[in-house]
């Protein structure tokens, strides 16, 4: 999942513990609609392991929307949270996308944290609905398309139920924005989970694809694998050689990628299928002569 914390005077009354959301949302007003993941068993990831999910109330929405109306009435994005919002009930969704439609008059565009499984759960014609009353972007944390990757990290979801949940918000006519996850098969499983990740990355076709780099935090599961030896992580180099695996065989319609988050050692954009040639000559002459300077120093990642 992509992942940024943000935090302001504003937010810290407002919100329930750390708030995070996609790079692209960084200028969106935060409406925080559930608290934490319904699923939070996916073993790279630390982000919610302190909160229990619950679903605010109709009261607490109405609250939260009052006040963010009053802070930031000319807000042209609104970005709902926590982790995985759109497992909210589609009648209560459409019913928030109507109330902000309505106080915030500048309102352009609302996006949202689906999971695969929320994703599914909901109907074409629910998905139909929730575009037309004015839901734009669903952000997809595809993470690996590898099914034995998927399983090691308890996804909870097969690739091909990606796949499906991927093309489902496509088929909606809503954006879509995936992530990966760069490293996550570690050593062992690096070139399955290049393949398999663009093999289905080729099959949603997704409008943008955002590449992480995995750095398990201490409150994951995965962090107890990586300091008990039995998971070998990549080395700068190594990530950027499975990036190439990955983008070379990638087969998209219209798609920006860009790995410009503080996880990754080198931020790069490129439009696919146009820039694939130019972003793979980058990478081959980045790592081809070992450009080191070009790197994130280590100490610089963060999350
Ligand atoms: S679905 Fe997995 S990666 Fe996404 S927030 Fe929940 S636990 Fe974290």
């Given at each position: 999942?992509?992942q940024?914390?943000?935090?302001d005077p504003?937010?810290d009354?407002?919100?329930?513990?750390?708030?995070?959301?996609?790079p692209?949302?960084?200028?969106s007003l935060?409406?925080?609609?559930?608290?934490g993941?319904r699923?939070?068993?996916c073993?790279f990831?630390?982000?919610?392991k302190?909160k229990?999910?619950?679903v605010?109330?109709?009261?607490?929405?109405?609250r939260l929307?009052?006040?963010?109306?009053?802070?930031y009435?000319w807000?042209?994005?609104i970005?709902?949270a926590?982790g995985?919002a759109?497992?909210?009930?589609?009648e209560?969704l459409?019913?928030?996308?109507?109330?902000?439609?309505?106080?915030f008059?500048r309102?352009?565009?609302?996006?949202?944290?689906?999971?695969?499984k929320?994703?599914?759960?909901?109907?074409?014609?629910?998905l139909?609905?929730?575009k037309?009353?004015?839901?734009?972007?669903?952000?997809?944390g595809?993470?690996?398309?590898?099914?034995?990757?998927?399983?090691q990290?308890?996804?909870?979801?097969t690739p091909?139920?990606?796949?499906l949940?991927?093309q489902?918000i496509?088929?909606?006519g809503?954006?879509?924005?995936?992530?990966?996850?760069?490293g996550?098969?570690?050593?062992?499983?690096?070139r399955?989970?290049a393949f398999?990740?663009?093999?289905i990355?080729?099959?949603?076709?997704?409008?943008?694809?955002?590449?992480?780099t995995?750095?398990?935090?201490?409150?994951?599961?995965?962090?107890r694998?990586v300091?008990?030896?039995?998971?070998?992580?990549?080395?700068?180099?190594?990530?950027?050689?499975e990036l190439?695996?990955?983008?070379e065989?990638?087969?998209?319609?219209d798609c920006?990628f860009?790995s410009?988050h503080?996880s990754?050692?080198?931020?790069?954009k490129?439009?696919?299928?146009?820039?694939?040639?130019?972003?793979?000559r980058?990478?081959t002459?980045?790592v081809?002569?070992?450009?080191?300077?070009?790197?994130?120093?280590?100490e610089?990642?963060?999350?």
């Open positions: 999942m992509s940024e914390a943000r935090n504003f937010n009354s407002f919100y329930e513990g750390v708030i995070y959301r996609p692209s949302e960084a200028s935060i409406l925080q609609v559930t608290v993941c699923h939070n068993q073993t990831c630390s982000m919610y302190g229990s999910f619950r605010k109330s109709d009261e607490e929405i109405r929307i009052g006040m963010g109306q009053a802070q009435p807000a042209e994005r970005f709902l926590d995985d759109l497992t909210l009930d589609t209560l459409l019913s928030i996308l109507r109330q902000l439609y309505r106080e008059p309102l352009q565009r609302v996006g949202i944290y689906g999971g695969p929320d994703i599914l759960a909901k109907s074409p014609q629910e139909n609905a929730l037309r009353q004015g839901l734009g972007i669903v952000y997809l595809v993470e690996s398309g590898s099914p034995v990757v998927l399983e990290v308890k996804k909870g979801v091909q139920e990606m796949v949940a991927g489902r496509v088929a909606a809503l954006k879509l924005s995936c992530t990966v996850i760069l996550l098969g570690g050593k062992e499983l690096s399955e989970h398999g990740t663009a093999n990355l080729s099959a949603i076709d997704p409008h943008y694809l955002g590449a992480l995995l750095m398990p935090e201490p409150d994951a599961p995965l962090y694998r300091k008990g030896g039995e998971f070998k992580q990549l080395t700068a180099w190594e990530t950027l050689h190439y695996e990955m983008i065989p990638l087969e998209v319609t920006i860009r410009n503080a990754n050692y080198l931020p790069l490129a439009r696919l299928p146009q820039e694939k040639g130019q972003l793979l980058t990478l002459q980045i081809g002569q070992a450009q080191s300077h070009l790197l994130r120093p280590e610089w990642r963060g999350l």
